[in-house]
């Protein structure tokens, strides 16, 4: 399955964060979300073999990486308080079913 | 810009009871349809995959429907159990790529 790390984390205002990503073994594809509480997941930006190729309405200090090992990482830069939330990266193959990861819980302060 | 609305927002029935959860969607231009099932605090269980070309697909007691045409799904649990008490999302990829636009979903309480 997906699985991200880490499970929490805090955060003050301004400083930079990763969060990772462990696909589905053979899925070729990442995609991030952010899920505000209350709120469904919204697109931040998908990798396909190693490169972005699709950004949701997010800004540049976004950024991401994905790795040949299936892994990939969200960094986050000058972190603001809204971007408190639930982070879930999702993986697939072949543009089909998309799997989720259990999510990292990101509290800005 | 595809939109997706889910009602009910939130649910309660007695244990036991059939129910429906309705997803209606702006852009008929669908590649397809997933729902998704959330435990509070927790990631997302996909439950359904509905390709455009499908009408439905089921699985154990739930049952999902499509019709792209008028840009609704329904999901349909048979015999709710209080373990189903969860929040439901729907989410449809349209456009290029593998991005998923989804509802706020139905929180379903279901009580003994």
């Known amino acids: 399955g997906v699985t991200q790390s880490p499970t929490h984390l805090i955060k003050t205002r301004g400083q930079q964060v990763t969060l990772r990503c462990s696909s589905q073994s053979g899925h070729n594809t990442v995609s991030w979300y952010q899920q505000a509480l209350g709120q469904g997941p919204q697109f931040i930006f998908q990798?396909?073999?190693?490169?972005?190729?699709g950004r949701g309405n997010f800004p540049p200090r976004f950024s991401g990486l994905q790795f040949p090992n299936d892994s990939s990482e969200l960094n986050v830069n000058a972190l603001e308080l809204d971007d408190s939330a639930l982070y879930l990266c999702?993986?697939?193959?072949?543009?089909?079913?998309?799997?989720f990861g259990p999510g990292t819980r990101l509290t800005v302060l | 810009k595809q939109e997706v609305t889910q009602i009910p927002a939130a649910l309660s029935v007695p244990e036991g009871e059939n129910l429906v959860l309705n997803c209606s969607f702006t852009d008929s231009a669908i590649y397809n349809l997933q729902w998704f099932r959330q435990d509070p605090g927790k990631g997302l269980t996909s439950l359904l995959l509905?390709?455009?070309?499908?009408r439905e697909q089921t699985s154990g007691r739930l049952n999902a429907s499509l019709d792209k045409s008028s840009g609704r799904s329904t999901l349909y649990i048979a015999a709710s159990q209080p373990g189903d008490s969860a929040t439901y999302l729907c989410a449809v990829r349209s456009g290029g790529g593998n991005k998923l636009t989804f509802g706020t979903g139905t929180q379903l309480k279901v009580e003994l």
């Open positions: 999702a993986s697939t193959v072949d543009n089909n079913e998309q799997f």
């Open positions: 509905i390709q455009s070309s499908q």
């Open positions: 990798y396909y073999r190693e490169e972005e190729n």
